[in-house]
């Protein structure tokens, strides 16, 4: 049998040293004990950490996966720890992939203590209060006296510095100490709950809050226990009133129904939605698209505009912004608008549908194709757009434009390269931009978007003559 | 009417707010307080430094900075024709409230919300005048949650984000219409434009951030919402859809649901007298499903009848029970998408079986220290020691998975 003893608790750099060189040496977990020093060395050990692992040479330091899965398991306060961990490390020699096994005992216990410091540490991170002292030159010092479970005192105290680092506090616990001076940390050992102060004139104001964000309605006192056990209640303020809290949560309860609002059926009738906004767009339930979408997309433009551009739907910027054309294909669009030398503000620019369809994938909204009874139901709109603007030109973006403009039967192949009369103004047919942005293969790409360009070329060279 | 205390504000403001559900602090990214004036640190993760007697976390100090309010929105117990005592808080007030909370570790932040006083751009702006005293006058660098009233004027939606960690508009309910009835003032067109713009904002601030570091954080940790459950007659599923579409129209962080308390006149034929609690945990269930576990809302209706989720059973299982075909599942060869629907798996514990499988094949003893509980999923998984047999298909098995009764206790008050 060996025995090594560890300068403290929190020794871990010592016990990584002892650990590598037994295992160097293929000594039985069994045939180890794992002993530390009195708990008054702890505070020692604690700030020699830094420069303890000097004291391993790099050769003889254990698996850096091994130090990754122990590291935070070493702080737990049962002795049979370093054992544990020890046995993992000369398991580890036969079997490389023990580590990776969540379901073996060892791994799994190793796991589960791991598991108990971290939640220890974040409680230590929930429960510290402080307590401030004044002193005569109206300055503050804060005083937390806590009792953490596992040794994580030094662990936690960075915490505290990154929030309070312009404060100078101490947080006192039974076998370590944490002291801040705003400037640098120093650990210490323990102390007892008589060091810390016996109030502050703040918890009267804290114990007010708590009480009073309580929902009595609600009480689960279960729920509240299993988050914070009673095992912390000695050292938080407000845990003193839980007791009357739960008392009376009945009474106030009751109180609560009693002062109920009373919901009236309806305050006032409501007529056709599309009264109240005299009929207008944003009121339309001509489909069902309004229902998800955010707004309904106006065309936007000159309203003596020679040229009326016309898309197929606004898609998620769009439908967001209020805007046609501001998403990826409105860009796409502007860019070949430039080259192709048509000026876009003095266009009236507008969608054959003006909800966005789409179907809701996560975070992401999927662009669905209107079908043509949605687009029919919004040609009452599209035609409102032409008869007031009465372009001279018309440029139509894909196949629902098409459709909304009234042509049932025709489509863009049919169309394109030509231009055609409609009754009230000349069209042009070309694809819609976002049909370029689906294109995978990049010579299609660049071809697709050439022809696109002498489309709009020829757009504007009609808009010339016209 | 004498001066009130602070503490008496104090008492009637916290009061007020209380039906907020929200109380996160998470998701606002590293931040400390070292070479700054003040105090504050968010690590991304939140911290509950308290839990009241109703099992909620308190996170935040979560005011009104007044329960004051012009609108009359009847599920609301600050409505201008309620008879509650009012207060309101002056800016100094809740600065200072923050700050001393914060130094005693009592709190992660702030979380101020307002009845509407005088107009919704007076609110807006003395709300935003807290913040920024906050952040620029005491260099606090703890979290800070603002609820943005919709009709205000966007300039100070767009400064409310340079201060706010997070930025919240309630949807209120899950229904156009009831919404119009039971809150006049509101309206979801609105509600929706302003939460499309904060997803802009937020977006925009984030893409320039990604190109200079200097660009200004835009509330960092998103939007959320809240829906309040059981005052309008929406069923679960359209509480469902509705959260679904705002997480995909808008990007929200979270949408949390209040069950309405008390219960409404409306709903006097039920016979519980307290907010449906089990409603709303299911419906928090089914929010995960969607987020987390890759379920459509399509699916989720499957296991609820006339679009109600069980109360008995949560919404996974409830689903497992109407797909029988596709179960048993094999934990030792399943992708990880299938066994995230294994009944009582969840997604800590399916990672856990993805990367210990490759080594090991697992038996019912190496699940049963893989998660907390195999009870509720035995039926519906193969092991390498355990086939569920004819269990898969009985015809009590829902029965069976229930847990005993006493679960409405949560009910009594």
């Known amino acids: ?466 | 009417m004498p001066k009130l205390e602070t503490i008496d504000k104090l008492a009637i403001l916290a009061d007020a707010a209380k039906y907020d559900a929200s109380c996160a602090s998470s998701g606002a990214g590293g931040r400390t307080s070292r070479g700054g004036r003040g105090v504050g640190a968010t690590d991304g993760a939140g911290i509950c430094h308290a839990y009241t007697p109703d099992g909620r976390c308190v996170s935040l100090l979560k005011i009104l900075m007044t329960n004051y309010c012009m609108f009359d929105c009847a599920y609301c117990v600050n409505r201008i024709s309620s008879n509650v005592r009012r207060a309101r808080f002056t800016v100094e007030e809740v600065v200072a409230l923050t700050l001393d909370f914060y130094k005693r570790n009592y709190i992660e932040g702030l979380f101020l919300s307002s009845g509407i006083i005088r107009s919704p751009d007076y609110t807006m702006g003395e709300l935003v005048r807290i913040a920024q005293r906050l952040r620029c006058d005491h260099d606090f660098r703890g979290y800070i949650h603002l609820k943005t009233i919709p009709d205000a004027d966007p300039a100070l939606l767009d400064e409310a984000g340079l201060y706010a960690d997070r930025l919240s508009i309630n949807i209120e309910l899950a229904n156009a219409d009831a919404l119009s009835q039971l809150a006049p003032e509101k309206s979801l067109p609105a509600i929706r434009k302003s939460m499309g713009r904060l997803r802009l904002k937020i977006e925009d601030a984030k893409g320039e951030r990604a190109k200079s570091r200097k660009a200004p954080r835009y509330a960092p940790s998103g939007q959320s919402t809240q829906m309040i459950v059981g005052a309008d007659s929406a069923r679960d599923i359209d509480i469902v859809g509705t959260s679904a579409l705002l997480y995909a129209n808008y990007s929200l962080k979270r949408v949390y649901y209040s069950a309405f308390s008390p219960i409404p006149d409306s709903s006097a034929a039920l016979p519980l007298k307290a907010p449906p609690l089990m409603r709303e945990h299911r419906l928090y269930q089914a929010d995960w499903l969607l987020r987390y576990y890759g379920f459509t809302v399509d699916e989720i209706a499957t296991g609820a009848q006339g679009g109600m989720l069980d109360l008995a059973l949560d919404p996974k299982t409830t689903w497992a029970l109407a797909n029988r075909a596709l179960f048993p599942v094999d934990v030792n060869r399943a992708p990880y998408e299938m066994l995230i629907r294994i009944p009582g798996l969840g997604v800590r514990a399916a990672q856990r079986i993805v990367a210990t499988r490759r080594f090991h094949r697992l038996r019912l003893a190496d699940l049963s220290r893989l998660t907390t509980s195999i009870r509720k999923m035995t039926p519906f998984i193969c092991a390498a020691d355990w086939r569920p047999g004819a269990l898969t298909d009985e015809a009590d098995l829902a029965a069976r998975l229930k847990p005993p009764a006493r679960q409405l206790d949560l009910f009594a008050v």
């Open chain 1, 1 to 466: 049998m060996r025995a090594i003893t560890l300068t403290g608790e929190t020794d871990t750099a010592g016990f990584y040293a002892a650990a590598a060189a037994l295992a160097q040496q293929d000594v039985s977990a069994r045939d180890v004990e794992w002993r530390t020093l009195a708990r008054e060395r702890d505070l020692f050990a604690a700030q020699d950490a830094s420069l303890a692992p000097q004291r391993a040479a790099d050769a003889d330091r254990p698996p850096r996966a091994f130090i990754a899965a122990t590291r935070v398991m070493l702080l737990h306060r049962d002795p049979a720890r370093f054992a544990l961990a020890y046995r993992l490390l000369h398991r580890l020699k036969r079997e490389p992939n023990l580590l990776q096994i969540a379901s073996d005992p060892d791994v799994a216990r190793a796991g589960a203590m791991a598991k108990a410091v971290r939640r220890d540490v974040h409680k230590m991170k929930a429960f510290v209060r402080f307590r401030a002292l004044r002193f005569s030159d109206d300055t503050e010092f804060f005083v937390s006296w806590f009792e953490p479970e596992h040794h994580v005192v030094a662990a936690v105290a960075p915490h505290f510095v990154d929030r309070f680092a312009n404060m100078r506090w101490s947080i006192l616990t039974p076998r370590a100490s944490a002291h801040w001076d705003g400037a640098a940390l120093r650990l210490a050992g323990g102390a007892t709950r008589a060091d810390a102060p016996g109030d502050d004139a703040l918890e009267a104001l804290w114990r007010t809050y708590f009480a009073h964000i309580f929902n009595p309605a609600r009480l689960n006192v279960k729920a509240m226990q299993l988050q914070m056990p009673k095992k912390y209640w000695a050292n938080l303020p407000e845990a003193a009133i839980i007791a009357p809290l739960v008392a009376g949560a009945p009474a106030r309860a009751r109180a609560m129904l009693a002062a109920a609002p009373r919901l009236v059926a309806a305050r006032h009738a409501c007529g056709d939605p599309g009264d109240r906004t005299g009929g207008a767009l944003q009121g339309c339930r001509r489909c069902p698209l309004w229902r998800d979408a955010t707004q309904a997309v106006a065309g936007e433009g000159p309203l003596d505009a020679a040229l009326m551009i016309v898309g197929e739907q606004p898609g998620d910027r769009e439908d967001i912004a209020g805007k046609p054309f501001v998403g990826p294909a409105g860009r796409l669009l502007d860019e070949a608008l430039a080259r192709a030398g048509v000026e876009r503000a003095k266009a009236y620019v507008t969608n054959a549908v003006k909800h966005f369809k789409f179907e809701p994938r996560g975070k992401q909204r999927l662009h669905k194709t209107p079908a043509a009874a949605e687009i029919d139901a919004c040609r009452h709109w599209l035609d409102g757009e032409r008869a007031l603007v009465k372009p001279k030109l018309i440029l139509a973006l894909g196949a629902s434009a098409l459709r909304g403009l009234g042509l049932r039967s025709a489509s863009i192949s049919s169309l394109r390269g030509s231009a055609h009369a409609l009754p009230d103004a000349t069209l042009i047919a070309t694809v819609h931009p976002s049909y370029l942005l689906r294109l995978r293969d990049e010579d299609e790409k660049r071809e697709q978007w050439r022809a696109f360009l002498a489309d709009l070329r020829k757009a504007q060279e009609a808009l010339q003559e016209l």
